[in-house]
């Protein structure tokens, strides 16, 4: 059976060639987690003292003036058992992977409840990649990432009509057809609302009337995505997503308008 034994920091011997560095970053951070949550994890030694694991968390005693820290004597290993096992020890920590999108989640509700994420001793790079999981806005796979050029709406010409924007010829016919089946009437509006989905834009003279258009206008066509300013907001709103396969079937039932 293991035993815990508590040994003065002084009287602990680090290994010489341990090829594991801590930097006093790491070290800091070490000593913040001792303060946060108590000195659980003790120091692996041989039966003369040496350190065979925890270098870094002896170094964070050290720096907080810990008298004596607990230790696990580890009996009967070879020199060549010792050597690998301060190898092996970091090694293994390092072949495991994080799920991110489960890490991402439990990091969010450490936040809601007010948490120091600074004691997750995550960089500032690796939180910012984390917090983009979910949004489509990984750049390696996803098209519409945050380096999508928006483009500027400029005036041209007149100002066009409202109808020259959309054709609604297929929802008229099929509202009327709704109109006259005697369905009831939470049934027909239901399917009018649907028919409207075969309106079709012109989305050429959709920006060209959006950049002739009051401020008050141009807000309402970009929160109805018929114009993209903030590329954000798409991705947020999931209208870049859902473009992109409302372009797909178009292809698919237009392949003979481009």
Known sequence: MLKVAYLGTNTLIPYSNNPRAHSDKQVSQVA???KEFGFNNPILIDEDKGVIAGHGRLAAAQ???????????LTGLSEA??????IVDNQLALNS?????????????????????NMLAFDDDFLKDL???????NEAENPYSQKVDIPVYEPTGEKPSVESIYDNGKSKELIEDIEKS??????????KYAAYRHTVYNFEEVANFYAH???KCQELMENSALVIIDIDKAIENG?????EKISEQYSIEYPDEG
């Open 32 to 34: 913040a987690s001792i």
């Open 97 to 117: 992977e994080w799920q991110e999108d489960l890490l991402k989640i439990e990091i969010e509700r450490l936040g809601e409840l007010d948490f120091d994420l």
């Open 63 to 73: 720096k907080l003036e810990l008298v004596e820290v607990p230790t696990i004597t």
């Open 239 to 243: 209208y870049v997503s859902l473009s």
């Open 213 to 215: 258009s009051s401020p």
């Open 182 to 191: 005697g369905l009831p009437e939470r049934e027909q509006e239901f399917l």
């Open 81 to 86: 058992q010792k050597k690998a096992y301060v």
């Open 131 to 137: 917090n983009s999981l979910g949004g489509e806005s």
